[in-house]
Structure formats: structure tokens, C-alpha cells
Nanobody, 124 residues
Framework: QVRLVESGGGLVQTGGSLKLSCAASGLTFSNYAMAWFRQAPGREREFVAI???????HYNDSVKGRFTISRDNAKQTANLQMNALKPEDTAVYYC??????????????????WGQGTQVIVSS
């Protein structure tokens, strides 16, 4: 079955960096758009970034210039490099995938598979 496993979360100070990884299995990775979402306590799940199977990329305006999404089809991983972190970036970060997905997909309902999430805490 399809599995997405996130790693790399943790506690970091304002201005620091973290790199999240999502390891995928049970799917033809190169067919899938890979995205990152986040959810803070009491808030709805929010789109962060997506990279399509063709490498097209789209970011939430709040992370543009600070976060970089990438993918490695050979390793079946998607990564999210997060720099210049702010306290408002604190959330559980989720990896999601959708076969043949477009880089314009920003709604959680548009994704078929999800990881379990990894916590990111940015202290002020």
C-alpha cells in the first residue's frame, strides 16, 4: 500500500532552518505531485508548497523566498528546506501526494495520500 513518512521536524529558534523529508513507497513516485501542508492548533490545514511530476512548483505566499521544495525521483523522496523560520511557521507538517496532480492544487481534498505528520516548533 502507499506510505508517506515524514521526518526532520523539531525545535528551532526564530531565523533558523530545518529540512523536512517525505519518503514514499508503494506508488510510482514519478507519476505523483508531491505537496506539503501544515496545521497549527485550532487552525485548518494550510497549503505550503507543491512540486508536480514535471517539476513545476508553487508556494504559499507566506513561505515564498524562505522555503524550497524539491524531489528526488530515484530516491522517491520529497523535501522541504525551510529557512528564516518564524514562530508563525509552528505547526504539524504533512506530506501529501496526488497522481497526475497539477502544480496548482492547493486544497487538502485534492490529495489521495497523506503522511502522519512531523512537528515543527519555532521558538521566539
Amino acid at each position: 500500500q502507499v506510505r508517506l513518512v515524514e521526518s526532520g521536524g523539531g525545535l528551532v529558534q526564530t531565523g533558523g532552518s530545518l529540512k523536512l523529508s517525505c519518503a514514499a513507497s508503494g506508488l510510482t513516485f514519478s507519476n505523483y505531485a508531491m505537496a506539503w501542508f501544515r496545521q497549527a492548533p485550532g487552525r485548518e490545514r494550510e497549503f505550503v508548497a507543491i512540486i508536480s511530476r514535471l517539476g513545476l512548483i508553487h508556494y504559499n505566499d507566506s513561505v515564498k523566498g524562505r522555503f524550497t521544495i524539491s524531489r528526488d525521483n530515484a530516491k522517491q523522496t520529497a523535501n522541504l528546506q525551510m529557512n528564516a523560520l518564524k514562530p508563525e511557521d509552528t505547526a504539524v507538517y504533512y506530506c501529501a501526494s496526488d497522481e497526475w496532480g497539477a502544480h496548482t492544487q492547493t486544497l487538502p481534498s485534492q490529495y489521495d495520500y497523506w503522511g502522519q505528520g512531523t512537528q515543527v516548533i519555532v521558538s521566539s
